[in-house]
């Protein structure tokens, strides 16, 4: 038997109201990704990508349709239960990266293990055990700010991975990295699929698309679903 996708977006859409005037962020997409597969898409800028990542991620309510997560009908949850299971099943890799200046690494990572009411022992156990797998042990006692770019890539993917969530959300997680920085960032991508993860990811690099990481690329534009290609 086929196991149940991992995320369904039905019918979504998403309008913002812009000084007075009602932009279609998102319209009509339906989407399903399957889970431990990887979905990436791709698009110009405001084709609607990161859009539909915050839906997938909960940051956000759907304007029409609906968004279904490891088998939950999120339209019918209040903010404390959108909270609930974002924190359960998904961690978000953002651009910016978002890590805290003036915070060690290893309190950045740790800081969404806070709302699960881990004591400070527990939560750096974990912190320091996630940081070790992605070669980050000894950067824990650095600042965000000392860091390089793809060393804060791989510190926010340390943050994203800490409370070992079943979904894995990027928004152009190799952008303005160099190749070495892309290829380790992939490998640890290609690892956690094996593991079992799914991902759900953004991107206009073309060594991200032509890595093979991919299971499915769904081209948007305009906010619209423009093409859904699969493997085999």
């Known amino acids: 038997m086929n196991a149940k996708p991992a995320i369904i977006l039905e019918g979504v859409s998403k309008t913002y109201s812009i000084a007075k005037k009602e932009v279609n962020a998102l319209m009509n997409v339906t989407l399903e990704v399957s889970p431990g597969r990887c979905c990436m898409l791709v698009g110009p800028s405001g084709s609607g990508k990161t859009t539909l990542l915050n839906l997938a991620a909960l940051l956000t309510r759907p ?13 019918s949850l209040g903010e404390y239960g959108l909270d609930r299971l974002r924190r359960q099943f998904i961690g978000v890799v953002f651009q910016a990266f978002n890590l805290l ?19 400070p022992k527990e939560r750096k156990e974990a912190g320091m055990a996630t940081l070790e797998r992605l070669g980050l042990g000894g950067f824990a006692a650095l600042r965000a700010e000392q860091l390089s770019g793809g060393e804060q890539q791989r510190v926010a993917i340390a ?4 409370g070992d969530p ?7 997680p190799t952008s303005n990295l160099d ?11 290609a690892k956690l699929k094996e593991e079992g993860k799914t991902l759900l990811l953004s991107s206009h690099d073309a060594r991200v698309l032509e890595c093979g990481l991919a299971d499915t690329v769904v081209r948007l534009k305009n906010g619209a679903l423009q093409s859904f290609a699969a493997k085999g």
Do not use: C, H, Q, Y
């Open 63 to 75: 304007s029409a349709g609906r968004v279904v997560l490891f088998g939950k009908d999120t339209n």
């Open 101 to 119: 200046g003036g915070l060690n690494v290893l309190d950045n990572v740790t800081l969404p293990l806070v709302p699960r009411g881990m004591g």
């Open 159 to 162: 943050r994203a991975l800490v």
């Open 166 to 172: 079943s979904l894995m959300i990027a928004d152009e």
């Open 179 to 189: 190749e070495e920085n892309v290829l380790a960032i992939l490998e640890i991508l």
